[in-house]
């Protein structure tokens, strides 16, 4: 189906970001793939391109484009030319606009410029060891000490965890209320954060994914990030956006597999045909055609409304689950359709399979989504009036 939702500028905007990821990111995926990181060049690469933080104002370096579909364009590029574990969009999109929208004059002064040239890097951390998808029950605890916060606990399974320069880290302020927390800018080298090993994948291996640690980290005042102990909520508002995010990323590699699968099929023979002749196949990828273009729809409706500022966390939360959902059922059916090639690591199948076993996991797992999805359609156990006693049972 012909998407609407680009014009020519985006088109334009499209074929110089995919020239850029096929001379500066692809060559580079399986270096990365097999040292479990990605050079930073490739941030700053990425930077002098104009790639970060598109929506920064001019006078911190940025172009002051907010149209997410020009971001929405980086993630599809990505999916297909770049490498999945470049993860460009989450230092633009997911942590870049807690800087962008909640600090200060000076805040944005002094770290803006620097992420939109990639001299710097972001990471965001919230998830703990014991505090994934219940956010509110975290232990990272900061204390006021007059001029600074004194930080301590640890994060983990946090994306950009090794490359990070600012990292905004979720900290309890508040001991009596459950949601009483509070942003802050940890940076490096500050003493006592320290970082713990790259972890180990089952996919997404060019992406580091670390441990952070906070021991007495003393955190100037002036890196609170938002409102005091209003933490919580400050993430809550940034939720639908991340969710966008991750649907846009979801499709783009649905629609990849199924574009190479399909190249693989109509060449690959068995039984004196192609295994596309097969009446299987081509039922599989007609149905795999119907459930992603029937998925970008809805995505790019999403994003029409996100530009809009009418985007609601429960359809972010319909984009997240159902494009994650149908990314894992697509890239398992094309592994399929490959054969034993598609377990063979040279195959770029074989990595979206392995990569997207994630996506129904972070950002919001699809319980998660299932439940604000629920309550947004009335299914509300928190809501349910209580019972009038009779006056039987009060007896
Ligand atoms: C590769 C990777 C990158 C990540 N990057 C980051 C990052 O950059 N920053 C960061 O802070 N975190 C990050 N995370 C963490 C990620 O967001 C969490 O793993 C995710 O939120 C799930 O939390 P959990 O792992 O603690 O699982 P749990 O919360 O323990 O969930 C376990 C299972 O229980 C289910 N469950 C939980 N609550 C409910 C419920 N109410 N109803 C029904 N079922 C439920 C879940 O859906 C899941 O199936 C990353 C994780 C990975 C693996």
Request: hydrophobic share 40%; net charge negative.
């Amino acid at each position: 189906m012909k998407r609407k939702i680009f014009d020519e500028e985006h088109e334009m905007f499209r074929d110089s970001v995919r020239s850029f990821l096929q001379k500066e990111i692809q060559p580079h995926s399986d270096k990365w793939h097999e040292q479990g990181i990605v050079d930073r060049e490739a941030f700053l690469k990425a930077g002098e391109q104009g790639l970060l933080l598109m929506w920064a104002d001019e006078k911190y370096g940025g172009a002051g484009v907010s149209d997410f579909r020009y971001e929405q364009i980086l993630i599809e590029e990505n999916a297909r030319y770049g490498d999945a574990g470049f993860f460009m969009s989450l230092h633009n999109r997911l942590v870049g606009p807690y800087i962008g929208q909640l600090g200060t004059e000076e805040q944005k002064e002094r770290w803006l410029p620097k992420c939109v040239s990639g001299e710097h890097i972001l990471a965001v951390g919230i998830t703990e060891p014991g505090a994934g998808s219940d956010v509110a029950s975290l232990r990272t605890r900061a204390e006021d000490k007059g001029d600074h916060y004194l930080l301590n606990g640890s994060k983990t399974y946090i994306s950009n965890g090794i490359l990070a320069d600012l990292v905004v880290v979720v900290a309890r302020t508040n001991q009596k209320s459950r949601h009483g927390m509070s942003l802050f800018v940890v940076e490096r080298g500050m003493e006592g954060f320290e970082r713990g090993r790259n972890l180990k994948k089952m996919g997404l291996k060019s992406q580091d994914t670390a441990e952070l640690f906070f021991n007495n980290v003393k955190v100037p005042k002036e890196n609170l990030l938002g409102e005091l102990d209003r933490g919580f909520y400050h993430l809550m508002h940034f939720l639908a956006e991340e969710r966008l995010l991750g649907a846009a990323g979801y499709v783009a590699t649905s629609a990849a597999a199924f574009d190479l699968t399909m190249d693989y099929i109509r060449d690959r023979k068995a039984f004196g045909q192609t295994i596309a002749d097969f009446q299987n196949s081509r039922f599989q990828m007609a149905s795999m055609r119907t459930e992603i273009d029937v998925a970008q729809a809805f995505v790019d409706q999403c994003v029409i409304e996100h530009n809009e500022g009418t985007l609601s966390a429960d359809d972010a939360a319909k984009a997240k689950l159902f494009t994650s959902e149908m990314e894992g059922r697509i890239v398992d059916a094309c592994v399929q359709l490959h054969g034993g090639a598609g377990y063979m690591d040279e195959y770029p199948i074989c990595r979206m399979y392995l990569n997207a076993r994630i996506s129904r996991i972070y950002a919001g797992s699809s319980e998660v989504m299932r439940e604000i999805i629920a309550r947004s359609i009335g299914l509300d156990p928190r809501k349910k009036k209580p019972k009038p006693v009779s006056n039987d049972q009060a007896a």
